[in-house]
């Protein structure tokens, strides 16, 4: 339904604001975290302290931050630089956990598609702007192979 409403837009025969889920029946799938993704987020949690606990040496570093008084030189500097190392963090761990959810995802896609259902994952974020921001950034020749990682240990 989404498609079909996309497709009539893009050709101007059709315009809504929100489509009805009227006679829709949706299933939320919980996946519960093994052991093991246990150990992999908490050691990613683990990263991220200790960039945060060094984050202030960084802007001091930078001059956003006076090193003696401790004061803000540059208080919009600053407030950017928070607001990226938290907007990264959350983009961060958003991916992580969709990552993690993989095992649980792909088994109940399959057997809905084999009992005759149709299947619409949500998807939070594409990742549309990170893959621009890498194809801008290859050469000719690495366009060629195009081999990109957009996993989330970019932000790390």
């Known amino acids: 339904m989404e ?3 996309r497709d009539l837009k ?3 025969l059709y315009t809504a604001r929100a489509l009805s ?3 829709v029946e949706y299933e939320i799938l919980e996946h519960c975290l093994t052991e093991d993704q246990i150990a992999v987020y908490d050691a990613y949690a683990e990263a991220w302290a200790i960039i945060h606990a060094n ?3 960084a802007l ?3 001059r956003i931050v006076d090193s003696a008084t401790g004061g803000t030189l540059n208080s ?3 407030s950017a630089a928070l607001s990226i190392f938290e907007g990264t963090k959350q983009r961060f761990f958003a991916q992580l956990l969709l990552s993690m959810k993989l095992p649980s995802l792909l088994p109940a896609i399959d057997t809905a598609i084999a009992d005759g259902h ?3 994952v949500q998807l939070v ?3 549309e702007a990170m893959l621009d921001r890498r194809l801008a950034d290859l050469s000719d020749e690495e366009r060629e192979t195009l081999e990109i990682d957009l996993s989330p240990r970019e932000y790390v």
């Open 21 to 23: 889920f009227a006679g």
């Open 118 to 120: 149709a299947v619409v």
């Open 76 to 78: 919009g500097a600053k």
């Open 55 to 57: 984050l202030r040496e």
């Open 3 to 5: 498609l079909v409403a």
């Open 60 to 62: 001091e570093a930078t």
């Open 125 to 127: 974020s594409t990742a």
């Open 10 to 12: 893009s050709l101007g």
